[in-house]
């Protein structure tokens, strides 16, 4: 069974830019949350949906938003980015609606320059 | 809201000694617990997993965790550390009727000497 896939990889993106990551949930998997890591803030948790619907939100700004389709693949945004935005953008797939183990991807690398 | 604490940054241990990671947690109820390991540059990998019963639970790679609910600790430990265990862990907290949502502690990023 495949893992939990993340494209791209890396991003070089400009501050003011937006950017669109994605996220393929292992098959059969409904949850994906979705979280940044930074060497000063750790692993933060941004958000997570569950059957196309947001059930979770982290304290992170509007600019930041996500969704999730029929087939449970997910999409993040990042609007008007700022130098503070670069991280490691992670994914994880959960099998149920609550307290399942999560399946993390290899993440996105993104640059803010 | 629930926390997690791991109060060692670093630690270094000699190739074949024992190894034992500290985790402290604040959860009003009883926690669903979590021990990742992430090597450079790669996502998380789970290690293994508290959700109820023994307290003891057994992961991957000879992996163990205690769960003690009177310390609200889960402290991972391995007899034997390998040079391949040099990573980065992470424990991590998931509240009941909280979805999957995960809170994780600051990690201990392990170095393994020869």
């Known amino acids: 069974k495949a893992g939990v896939t993340q494209t791209p990889r890396y991003l070089i993106k400009t501050r003011g830019q937006q950017v669109t990551l994605s996220c393929s949930p292992i098959?059969?998997?409904?949850?994906v949350s979705w979280y940044q890591q930074t060497p000063g803030q750790g692993l933060q948790f941004l958000f997570e949906?569950?059957?196309?619907?947001?059930?979770n939100k982290g304290n992170f700004p509007g600019r930041f938003s996500g969704r999730q389709f029929s087939n449970s693949r997910s999409e993040m945004n990042v609007s008007t980015l700022e130098l503070g935005d670069s991280a490691l953008y992670l994914c994880?797939?959960?099998?149920?609606?609550?307290?399942?183990?999560?399946?993390f991807g290899q993440g996105t690398r993104l640059t803010v320059v | 809201a629930q926390s997690v604490t791991q109060p060692d940054i670093h630690i270094t241990v000699s190739e074949g000694a024992s190894l034992e990671l500290r985790c402290n947690y604040s959860?009003?109820?009883?926690?669903?617990l979590f021990w990742y390991v992430q090597s450079p540059g790669q996502g998380l990998q789970l290690l293994l997993k508290?959700?109820?019963?023994?307290?003891l639970v057994q992961g991957i790679k000879g992996f163990e965790a205690e769960f003690k609910r009177s310390q609200s600790s889960f402290n991972l430990r391995k007899p034997s550390v390998h040079w391949s265990d040099a990573a980065e862990y992470f424990c991590?907290?998931?509240?009941?009727?909280?979805?999957?949502?995960?809170?994780f502690g600051g990690g201990t990023r392990v170095l393994v000497k020869p």
């Open positions: 994880a797939s959960s099998l149920a609606a609550q307290n399942t183990e999560a399946f």
């Open positions: 098959s059969g998997h409904r949850s």
């Open positions: 949906y569950f059957s196309e619907t947001q059930r």
């Open positions: 959860y009003g109820a009883t926690p669903y």
């Open positions: 508290y959700f109820s019963g023994d307290t």
């Open positions: 991590a907290v998931g509240a009941r009727a909280a979805g999957n949502k995960l809170t």
